[in-house]
């Protein structure tokens, strides 16, 4: 029976602990797979509401839980999987081409994103039915 290959990886990134406080820092390419061209971050997310709801063509990923937690369902058209983030100091990696929903978020919660592209409205596909057709291609 083979395995079937997960749909994200969460990255370990580093810390530095000290009495004054925490630091985790990211390096491309030590840390990252893909240089960054975006970062961004949802907060204030009401926990009954959910975003996402897409997937890119192109862009890559990095989703980090700064403060708080929250859920990310991944889809490929053929698995699902659902990861948990709840720590500063780890990273998931989303690639091209993986419908993800976030839910579940906690009072507080802060959901960074470093992104491999700008901002590009033709990157997304935002319909889970043409995500599917454009897997069949």
Not at 106 to 119: K, M
């Amino acid at each position: 029976m083979s395995q079937t290959k997960p749909l994200s990886e969460v990255f370990q990134l580093p810390k530095n602990l000290d009495g004054r406080g925490d630091l985790t820092f990211i390096e491309y390419p030590q840390h990252i797979p893909f240089p960054i061209a975006r970062v961004y971050y949802l907060y204030n997310v009401p926990g009954v509401m959910a975003r996402g709801f897409h997937a890119h063509r192109e862009l890559k990923q990095l989703m980090i839980a700064l403060n708080g937690s929250f859920e990310v369902l991944l889809d490929n058209g053929h698995h699902r999987e659902t990861v948990s983030l709840c720590q500063p100091d780890q990273g998931l990696y989303i690639g091209p081409m993986i419908w993800h929903e976030m839910k579940n978020f906690s009072p507080g919660s802060i959901c960074l994103v470093l992104a491999s592209q700008h901002f590009d409205e033709s990157d997304y596909i935002r319909s889970y039915a043409d995500f599917l057709q454009q897997l069949r291609k």
